[in-house]
């Protein structure tokens, strides 16, 4: 015999899924800006060495 009323699960899968998704996005922007600061790292280098051969 089957349960009558409301969906035994979906308000959980909505919560995770989206719980998920913040998680997945967090961990994008960390990445996006880690890249962006070695970037700048790398550039600040590379001046230096170029007046320090001058």
């Not at 035994?8 to 994008?28: E, I, P, R």
């Amino acid at each position: 015999m089957a349960k009558t009323g409301r969906d035994k699960n979906t308000k959980n899968k909505a919560k995770h899924s989206k719980l998920m998704a913040q998680k997945k996005n967090k961990k994008k922007e960390e990445e996006q800006l880690r890249k962006e600061k070695l970037k700048a790292i790398i550039t600040k280098a590379k001046e230096q060495h170029k007046g320090n051969k001058l």
